[in-house]
C-alpha cells in the first residue's frame, strides 16, 4: 500500500475515532457528571430540609429537657404548689416559646397541669392529649419510673403524632432532678401543632419550593413506605421524578407516613442533548488540530510511556524491584529503559539490606537478652494494645506479676552465674507453660516477669497462675537459702479487669503490683489475686 493511502487511511480513523471518542466522552462521562452535580446539590437541599425539621423537633425537645429535668419542677410535682406554674408559665409564655401546650404527669399517668394556648391569637384551645379518647397517645409515648432506672439517666420521646386528623410535635422527658439522678417523679409533655406557622418557618429557614400533602388515614398505606423518609441518611434513596420533584415522606412517632413533602426543582441546569453545540464545535476543532499528530504522537510515544507506567505499577502492585523493563528499540528509550533497570536493581539491594536491618533492630529493641523473651519496652507496648482492645470488646484482660523467691540469696550462694542461668530457666518455664496465643510473657525487671492474659476471667487466671507454680517448683532446682522451699520458686500477684472509660491501665498494673506485695509476705511460693483469691 502507496504512503498515501496509508496516510489517508489513517487520517479517516483519527476523524472516526475523535468522533467516537468524543460521543462516548459525552454519554459516558459529561452527562453522567452533571447529572451526579444535579444529585449532589438535590441531596443538599434534602439536607437542609432534614436539618431544618430536626431543629424543629430539637428546639421542642431541649426546652422540655430543660425544665423536666429541674428541682423546682420536682418539687411541683411533689406538692402541686402552683406558685411555680404562676412564676414559669405566665400568659402568653408558650406562644412566646413557639409552644401550643404543656401537660405535668405524675408516674401514675394522673395528669397534674395542663394548659394551652393558640400560636397567633393566644387564646386557650382544646388539648388534643387530655381527651379520653386520645389518652391512649399519652400511654403509648409515656416513659414509666422502670425505663429511667434501667437507663440510669432522664429520658425522652420526641416526634411527631396525628391526633384527629391533625400533626402534633411533641417532646414528653421524665421528670429528674437537677443532679441526674435515674428517680422519676412524672412525665412533662410539651407539644406544637404542626401548622401554617411552621411550613412557613420552614420555608424560610430552606428557601425551597416545598408541597405538603398530609395523608388521611386511607392514604396511610403500605405503598408509601417505599417512598424515603427524611431521617433516612441514605441520601442515595433520594431521586427526581419525570416532573422533576423530589418525593419524601415524613413519619410519625410511630413510624407511621402522615405527611408527603415534595421538594419542586427547575429543569435541568445542562444541556442534556448528546449532540450539544459544545459537543460539535468540539468534534470540530478536534479534528483539525489532533490528526496526523496524535497518530504520531500515540504509537511512537505514548504507548512506550505506558509501558514505562505500567512496569513502575507492577513494581509498586509486587514489592518486586527485580523486574526487568524491556524495551527492544535503538534510540533514547532503550537507553532509558538499561538505566532504569540498573538503578531498579540498586534500589533491589539496599531494600534487602534495610529490610534485614529493620528485622534485626526491631528483635534487638523487643527482646531481653539475657532471657531471650520480650523485654519490658515490649510489655507495655503489648499490654497498652490489649488493654485497648479488651475495652473495645468488653472482654476481661489479666496480669500476672511474679517474682523468683529469695533471688539475692540465691546470687548470693550459688553465684550471679547460675542466677542468669536460674532466669532464663524460669522464664523458658513460664513461657512453655502458657497455651493461648495471646498469652505473652516478658521479663518485667531484675527477677520479675509479668504474664499478660487476654480474654481470660478472674478463675481462668487463677488456674494459669497455679500452674505456673507448679512449673517453676517442679523443676526442682536447688535452693538450700529459701526460707519457704528446698527448691527454687516464685510468687505471683494477680489482677484482672474489663476496662471501662473510667478505668486507668496504670491502676491496674498496681494492682497486681500489691497482690505480688501480699503474696510475699503471706509465705511466698503461692499466687495472690486483688479480688482476694489466693493459693
Known sequence: MLLKTRTLVSFILVIVTIFSSQILTRIFIELPEYRKLENLNDRKDISTLQAS??????????????????????????????????????????IESGLNGAIYLDNNKNIIYSRTEESRSGRLINDPFTEEKNRIFLNRIFISKEQVKVK?????????????????????????????????????????????????????????????????????SHKYFNIPSPDNTDLDKYSRNRDNRISLVINDFFRKPVLILEIQKTGHDYDDRIFSKNLIAGIITSLFTILFLFYFININFLVKIKTFLNHFKKVEETDDYSLKLEMKRNDELSVLADSINMLMEKINLKKQFLESSNRELEFLSNTDALTQIPNRRHLDIY??????????????????????????????????????????????????????????VARYGGEEFAIILYNTDTESS???????????????IPHSKSECSSFLTISIGISTMTPASSDNLSSFVESADRSLYTAKKSGRNRFVHSNNRNV
Open 53 to 94: 425539621l430536626r431543629a424543629t423537633y430539637t428546639q421542642i425537645e431541649i426546652l422540655c429537657k430543660d425544665y423536666a429535668n429541674w428541682d423546682d419542677t420536682v418539687e411541683f410535682i411533689l406538692s402541686e404548689d402552683m406558685t411555680y406554674i404562676d412564676s414559669n408559665f405566665p400568659e402568653k409564655h408558650l
Open 152 to 220: 440510669d439517666s432522664s429520658l425522652s420521646n420526641t416526634g411527631l403524632l396525628l391526633i384527629d386528623n391533625k400533626p402534633v410535635i411533641f417532646s414528653i422527658t421524665s421528670i429528674t432532678d437537677s443532679e441526674g439522678s435515674p428517680t422519676s417523679y412524672g412525665n412533662l409533655l410539651f407539644w406544637k401543632f404542626f401548622d401554617m406557622e411552621t411550613i412557613n418557618k420552614l420555608l424560610d429557614t430552606t428557601q425551597l419550593n416545598l408541597h405538603f400533602d398530609w395523608l388521611t388515614e386511607d392514604d396511610r
Open 383 to 440: 499490654l497498652e494494645e490489649k488493654w485497648k482492645q479488651a475495652f473495645r470488646e468488653c472482654v476481661p484482660v489479666s496480669i500476672c506479676i511474679c517474682d523468683v523467691d529469695f533471688f539475692k540469696l540465691y546470687n548470693d550462694n550459688y553465684g550471679h552465674r547460675n542466677g542468669d542461668m536460674v532466669l532464663r530457666e524460669v522464664a523458658s518455664s513460664l513461657k512453655n507453660n502458657l497455651h493461648l496465643s495471646t498469652d505473652f
Open 462 to 476: 487463677c488456674r494459669v497462675a497455679n500452674n505456673l507454680l507448679n512449673s517453676v517448683e517442679n523443676m526442682r
